[in-house]
């Protein structure tokens, strides 16, 4: 699911590109060998119409997944990203999209070093499928203070069930459903 929703956002990010753009990102595309993040990246850049209706294909086969799966379940509940909030950093370019093969990692509570472009992971699954979501904080991680939460994705048009989910939460769950920003952070 997460390279399907990859190859659609790396077109949707794309599709505005000048011609001569264009033309560079063809080239990539069809010089990209190997099976490597930044490989896949250039291919679907540069990728054709026929590939991206076969990307769009598998995502309304997912569609029609969650909408079977929210006949019985109201929400599904998981991570908003791969890691823990992380403190600012403004050491180097930032002007990277979460989507971008680069160099740049992110430091989560537990010292694992995850690539900047994997950390939508868990937005693929309601972005991919038009799904709503909502986040909500759940607390703070032990190791170094900083926010931890989670996201309520629910069915297809039922964003205000989504809300509504989250302000029960915040009003039944205590403090550790309410934001405070970090020490140091406003």
């Given at each position: ?34 099976a ?21 294909k ?21 991570p ?12 180097g ?28 992971y ?65």
């Amino acid at each position: 699911m997460f390279d399907t929703y990859l190859q659609l956002l790396a077109a949707a990010e794309n599709c505005g590109l000048g011609a001569e753009d264009a033309a560079a990102a063809f080239a990539a595309a069809d010089g990209a060998a190997g099976a490597g993040d930044a490989a896949r990246q250039a291919r679907w850049i540069g990728q054709r119409h026929h590939a991206w209706f076969a990307a769009h294909k598998r995502r309304l086969l997912f569609c029609e997944q969650m909408e079977a799966f929210f006949k019985e379940y109201d929400f599904v509940i998981m991570p908003i990203c791969a890691s823990t909030a992380w403190p600012h950093d403004h050491s180097g370019p930032n002007d990277q999209p979460f989507w971008k093969v680069g160099d740049r990692v992110i430091h989560g509570a537990d010292g694992q070093a995850t690539p900047y472009h994997k950390q939508v992971y868990w937005a693929a699954l309601a972005t991919l499928c038009y799904l709503p979501s909502v986040t909500f904080p759940t607390g703070r991680a032990a190791s170094n203070g900083m926010p931890v939460g989670l996201q309520a994705i629910g069915a297809k048009y039922m964003d205000h069930a989504c809300i509504t989910f989250a302000d029960v939460l915040a009003q039944a769950g205590g403090s550790a459903f309410q934001f405070a920003p970090p020490a140091g952070y406003v």
